[in-house]
């Protein structure tokens, strides 16, 4: 309500002022996005922000974390499973062609799951709201999870319009988050940050700003596959005084890029070795080589059951409605409603004509 009433006081061209300082102050700063095969041929576009924000009561909000907290937990316990035990294949909660089926699946990585240091410390999801009126969630990002950079520099456009448009308005801080994000660095590295690396796949990435960002941000080395050398299952950091050890690696690489030896071996952005040295327990990784697999969007249809099986409790946000193709059942009812579904692949790097 304070935001709607402020809103009513503005003038049109008052708010085109606000957006005009916020585009200045993006631009300013380099933030940009790249867009791949774009028919102008220009690929790096400016950011965009609008500064009428989206309003989330806190009411609202605190149910949001605690079902982002329960989500998180949960795809973490799948991961370690996945990559362990197996029981949620055993125990008939899933079934095992949607996991063996999903380019996610790393068979190098099987038995990692057991490691104390083989976790999703970082997630990233995406919501919208449903029509019940409640957030929903749409997908789960694991792998190398985007938008922190975005977010601070968001946050760093908005402060003062903010200030000036929504007086009475104290926005949500940032800090804790990101204060968590350091603290977890400075426990792998044993505080030293030279130990840790951003390993980004270069300037052609879409999000690549964001790296560079986060790498100055953080106070870490921006790093590509080429200025890494992994030996006798320790990786490390080429520089001009000799080679320095690394302990600690945030990934901006997809899984299967990550390592020519064991993986994608005609990969050009990852070192040959990485694997092993997550093997040899000689070095940490936000997020683990293997983490694609809980992007699944095949896990859908399972997470109600998944989640009563390792926590015994029903799912406080809910999902869209999926059904997998691979039961009888579902894929009946399929047929029956084509027309107005959506068909994917389970894995999200194939394309499929819907």
Same mark, same amino acid.
């Given at each position: 309500?304070?935001?709607?009433?402020?809103?009513?006081?503005?003038?049109?061209?008052?708010?085109?002022?606000?957006?005009?300082?916020?585009?200045?102050?993006?631009?300013?700063?380099?933030v940009?996005?790249?867009?791949?095969?774009?028919?102008?041929?220009?690929?790096?576009?400016?950011?965009?922000?609008?500064?009428i924000?989206?309003?989330?009561?806190q009411?609202?909000?605190?149910?949001?974390?605690?079902?982002?907290?329960?989500?998180?937990?949960?795809?973490?316990?799948?991961?370690?499973?996945?990559?362990?035990?197996?029981?949620?294949?055993?125990?008939?909660?899933?079934?095992?062609?949607?996991?063996?089926?999903h380019?996610?699946?790393?068979?190098?990585?099987?038995? !990692?799951?057991?490691?104390?240091? !083989?976790?999703?410390?970082?997630?990233?999801?995406?919501?919208?709201?449903?029509?019940?009126?409640?957030?929903?969630?749409?997908?789960?990002?694991?792998?190398?999870?985007?938008?922190?950079?975005?977010?601070?520099?968001?946050?760093?456009?908005?402060?003062?319009i903010?200030?000036?448009?929504?007086?009475?308005?104290?926005?949500?801080?940032?800090?804790?988050?990101?204060?968590?994000?350091?603290?977890?660095?400075k426990?792998?590295?044993?505080?030293?940050?030279?130990?840790?690396?951003?390993?980004?796949?270069?300037?052609?990435?879409?999000t690549?700003f964001?790296?560079?960002?986060?790498?100055?941000?953080?106070?870490?080395?921006?790093?590509?596959?080429?200025?890494?050398?992994?030996?006798?299952?320790?990786?490390?950091?080429?520089?001009?005084?000799?080679?320095?050890p690394?302990?600690?690696?945030?990934?901006?690489?997809?899984?299967?890029?990550?390592?020519?030896?064991?993986?994608?071996?005609?990969s050009?952005?990852?070192?040959?070795?990485?694997?092993?040295?997550?093997?040899?327990?000689?070095?940490?990784?936000?997020?683990?080589?293997?983490?694609?697999?809980?992007?699944?969007?095949?896990?859908?249809?399972?997470?109600?059951?998944?989640?009563?099986?390792?926590?015994?409790?029903e799912?406080?946000?809910?999902q869209?409605?999926?059904?997998?193709?691979?039961?009888?059942?579902?894929?009946? !009812?399929?047929?029956?409603?084509?027309?107005?579904?959506?068909?994917?692949?389970?894995?999200?790097?194939?394309?499929?004509?819907?």
């Amino acid at each position: 309500k304070p935001i709607h009433e402020a809103l009513l006081r503005v003038s049109a061209d008052e708010m085109a002022s606000k957006q005009g300082e916020i585009d200045w102050h993006l631009e300013d700063n380099g933030v940009t996005y790249n867009i791949y095969n774009t028919p102008d041929g220009n690929t790096n576009r400016n950011w965009s922000l609008d500064p009428i924000p989206f309003v989330l009561a806190q009411k609202e909000w605190d149910e949001i974390k605690r079902g982002i907290k329960q989500r998180a937990t949960l795809l973490n316990l799948i991961l370690k499973d996945i990559y362990s035990d197996q029981y949620l294949i055993k125990d008939n909660i899933i079934p095992p062609e949607v996991i063996f089926g999903h380019k996610g699946f790393i068979p190098e990585a099987y038995n !990692f799951g057991t490691k104390e240091n !083989f976790n999703l410390y970082f997630y990233a999801l995406d919501m919208a709201r449903g029509p019940d009126g409640k957030m929903w969630v749409i997908s789960d990002r694991t792998q190398a999870p985007s938008g922190l950079g975005y977010t601070i520099e968001n946050r760093l456009a908005m402060s003062t319009i903010a200030k000036e448009l929504y007086p009475n308005v104290v926005p949500k801080k940032l800090s804790a988050f990101v204060d968590g994000l350091k603290h977890l660095l400075k426990q792998m590295t044993q505080g030293d940050f030279a130990k840790a690396v951003l390993l980004t796949p270069g300037p052609h990435n879409e999000t690549y700003f964001e790296h560079a960002y986060l790498s100055s941000f953080l106070n870490i080395n921006l790093v590509q596959g080429d200025d890494l050398l992994a030996k006798n299952g320790t990786l490390w950091l080429k520089s001009l005084s000799g080679l320095k050890p690394i302990t600690t690696l945030l990934r901006r690489v997809d899984d299967r890029f990550c390592d020519p030896l064991e993986l994608k071996n005609d990969s050009k952005l990852g070192t040959a070795g990485l694997v092993d040295a997550f093997r040899q327990n000689q070095l940490h990784m936000i997020n683990p080589i293997g983490s694609a697999i809980v992007e699944n969007l095949g896990l859908n249809p399972f997470m109600e059951s998944i989640c009563r099986y390792f926590l015994e409790e029903e799912l406080i946000l809910p999902q869209i409605a999926t059904w997998w193709c691979g039961q009888e059942k579902e894929r009946a !009812f399929v047929l029956e409603n084509l027309e107005k579904m959506v068909i994917k692949k389970i894995d999200t790097t194939q394309r499929v004509e819907t």
